[in-house]
């Protein structure tokens, strides 16, 4: 059986649940499952462009809750033929996992040589990270927003080296991205992910317990010594 590690368990709110339900009985909002035939047939052909069926993508996206041991999101969103659309993570409540919605857009990932369902399902990986760690406050600029995003990078890292996933078209894809406000540059996300490969394998066969706060704590570490390289990155965006 493929490793896995040990997921915070958030609580849910009532309150939250009730907005969220408001929000996905709109038009614009499908369950992914629930398509009209009309719908289904357009996505799959959109899929078969790209190699994938609908289930290849809902696999991919179900082995990379069951890494953390989260149950499937709420909603699942090709944004592909969607304007701007993007591969993301989005809820209304950050303490429960019931309104959770995957986005991707499939051009986006073929753009960044994300070819195959299991290059696929390592980025709904990140994606899945973000869910898990929605509650986590980390240190850094802005709130620690790259911060953020770095750390699910290692945790995609971790997936990867624990299931003997092939992330090299992904760390290539990362490396020729720019950075942003919200995401650091490529070439740092891949020294992250690496890092989070062969430091799951190391902490595996010395028998630490992989649970989330110990990738933590392993992540902040490497994030320590990687410090002055984020905050030279980032004087392109923030002055501090």
């Known amino acids: 059986m493929a490793d896995s590690i040990i997921a915070f368990r958030n609580p849910s709110s009532l309150f939250a649940k009730i907005m969220s339900d408001k929000i996905f009985n709109h038009d614009w909002f499908r369950l992914f499952n629930h398509t009209s035939m009309d719908e289904f ?13 609908p289930k290849d993508v809902e696999d991919a996206i179900k082995s990379a809750c069951d890494f953390f041991h989260i149950p499937m999101p709420r909603m699942i969103q090709d944004l ?14 950050p303490g429960s996992y019931e309104d959770d919605v995957l986005c991707f857009n499939m051009q986006q990932l073929v753009d960044m040589k994300v070819d195959s369902k ?3 399902s390592l980025v709904m990986t990140h ?8 509650n986590t406050q980390f240190p850094g600029i802005n709130n620690g927003i790259w911060e953020h995003e ?20 992904i760390r290539v894809g990362l490396i020729l991205t720019n950075a942003s406000p919200t ?16 430091k799951a394998i190391e902490m595996r066969d010395n028998s630490i317990p992989l649970s ?18 984020i905050h030279h990155s980032q004087r392109k965006f923030y002055r501090f």
């Open 41 to 53: 047939l357009k996505m799959n052909q959109r899929f078969k462009k790209f190699g994938l069926t």
């Open 80 to 93: 592909t033929n969607v304007h701007n659309g993007q591969t993301m993570f989005v809820n209304f409540n």
């Open 118 to 120: 299991e290059a696929f």
């Open 127 to 134: 994606e899945c990270a973000h869910r898990v760690l929605q």
């Open 150 to 169: 770095l750390a699910a990078d290692f945790l995609m890292g971790c997936r990867a080296g624990l299931w003997g996933m092939d992330d090299s078209k």
């Open 183 to 198: 995401h650091p540059e490529g070439a740092l996300r891949a020294l992250f992910v690496r890092h989070g490969m062969y």
């Open 212 to 229: 989330i706060q110990n990738l933590l704590n392993e992540f902040m570490a490497y994030r320590q010594e990687n410090l002055e390289q």
